[in-house]
């Protein structure tokens, strides 16, 4: 506990703009579902603060199928670089539901003085983290070409996040971007990784330890696969925003389903366009190619 002194001078010097809408906790989330979530012909609900939070009208249509929808909405918007608990507040205020701020607004205060308490109870990191933790066995020598001691371990210019169901677009991408002037390095896991490894822990090494970027092949298979959805999710931990241009969506196939929320703020290569089709190669390649 810090002292009481200490915790009033936090509550009293909060910068909401500051502290991000993870700080909230699962009382005030479900408050504000109790407020949003019902249908309102006078006041605003949940379909008028997510389209203020830049989701789509088919977007917000397939949130309505599920349970408890602005939890959802919520817990995507989460994940974008402008989600702190500030720009919430703001969308509330211009949607007019001052209502709502005024009801919640000490749970709102406690859950940020308790967010900046546990931050000024943290220990000194160190400049450099290493996210997967220590090294193991099981980390060395996982791709074809590895030095069995891991004393050189394989680095490749980017990791390839695809299902299986779009293997055939990852192979002409290979042709492209590999067999080309671009000379680039792709790690293809069903190619490059060995068997016998442990899928999340090695993906997690190929993609923070040993690739520059990740190309994110986007198509309705995509969003039902577990493995693509851990992995961008990993990338996204890595580089918040995607401020070191770690992650290029792509779309080669025309969807059916919903673009991912958590990526549309990233520009995208898309090849399902037959006027941009020629450029579609070049612009990857540079991307890959950049230090």
Not at 116 to 136: I, M, N, Y
């Amino acid at each position: 506990m810090l002292p009481v002194n200490m915790a009033s001078k936090l509550s009293s010097s909060i910068n909401h703009e500051e502290i991000p809408v993870t700080a909230l906790n699962c009382n005030f989330r479900k408050k504000l579902g109790l407020y949003l979530n019902p249908q309102n012909t006078v006041a605003a609900d949940w379909r008028t603060v997510a389209e203020m939070m830049d989701y789509t009208y088919l977007e917000i249509k397939n949130f309505e199928k599920r349970d408890y929808p602005f939890e959802k909405v919520l817990t995507e918007w989460e994940t974008r670089p402008e989600a702190t608990v500030g720009n919430l507040l703001s969308i509330l205020e211009k949607a007019e539901r001052k209502d709502v701020i005024s009801d919640l607004k000490e749970i709102i205060d406690d859950d940020c003085r308790k967010y900046l308490e546990r931050q000024l109870r943290k220990p000194v990191q160190v400049p450099v983290v290493d996210s997967c933790g220590p090294r193991t066995k099981e980390r060395e020598g996982i791709t074809l070409y590895d030095d069995p001691q891991g004393l050189t371990p394989e680095t490749f210019d980017a990791f390839i996040c695809y299902c299986q169901n779009d293997f055939q677009f990852v192979h002409e991408m290979i042709k492209q971007l590999e067999q080309t002037e671009y000379n680039l390095r792709l790690c293809v896991f069903d190619r490059d990784v060995l068997p016998g490894t442990c899928v999340w822990t090695i993906a997690s090494e190929l993609i923070e330890k040993r690739c520059k970027r990740m190309v994110v092949v986007i198509s309705d298979d995509y969003l039902d696969s577990d493995a693509c959805d851990f992995q961008t999710k990993f990338a996204l931990s890595l580089c918040p925003g995607a401020r070191s241009k770690r992650l290029i969506p792509v779309v080669y196939k025309t969807m059916k389903k919903p673009f991912p929320s958590i990526l549309r703020f990233l520009t995208i290569c898309d090849y399902t366009r037959p006027c941009t089709q020629v450029w579609f190669w070049t612009r990857l390649g540079k991307a890959l190619s950049l230090p």
